[in-house]
């Protein structure tokens, strides 16, 4: 079992930034990989970015792609999402996701939510414009 937890959420101006963070316990030493997800009031669960068990393979949606960055520090079992140059439409509730390598690597979507098998209970970002 891999239990997730996020932090850093809250209010910021647009133009802003704030830090993500997602901690894991549970079976950390087994390989894992992460997603961030958000869902927005109203819409879909959309895949925002994600990082390989190792950090050294990283994906990102177009609507983020140089102003998010994904990284983690496995020493810590944590993993972050470093996010910069906000936008009123990044608002969202921000959930990240894991899963095993060992339950197989699946249809190779990663910014997919149906990859995900375990999920955090999601921290609010709020981007006042």
């Known amino acids: 079992q891999l239990q997730l937890v996020e932090s850093g959420g809250g209010l910021v101006e647009s133009g802003g930034s704030l830090r993500l963070s997602c901690a894991a316990s549970g079976q950390t030493s087994d390989d894992y990989a992460i997603g961030w997800f958000r869902q927005a009031p109203g819409k879909a669960r959309e895949g925002v970015s994600c990082?390989?068990?190792?950090?050294?393979?990283?994906d990102y949606a177009d609507s983020v792609k140089g102003r998010f960055t994904i990284s983690r520090d496995n020493a810590k079992n944590t993993v972050y999402l470093e996010m910069n140059s906000l936008k009123p439409e990044d608002t969202a509730v921000y959930y990240c996701?894991?899963?095993?390598?060992?339950?197989?690597?699946?249809?190779?979507?990663?910014?997919?939510?149906?990859?995900?098998?375990?999920w955090g209970q999601g921290t609010q970002v709020t981007v006042s414009s």
């Open positions: 990082i390989s068990s190792a950090g050294d393979s990283t």
């Open positions: 996701a894991g899963f095993y390598y060992s339950r197989g690597m699946g249809r190779g979507r990663y910014l997919f939510a149906d990859e995900y098998d375990y």
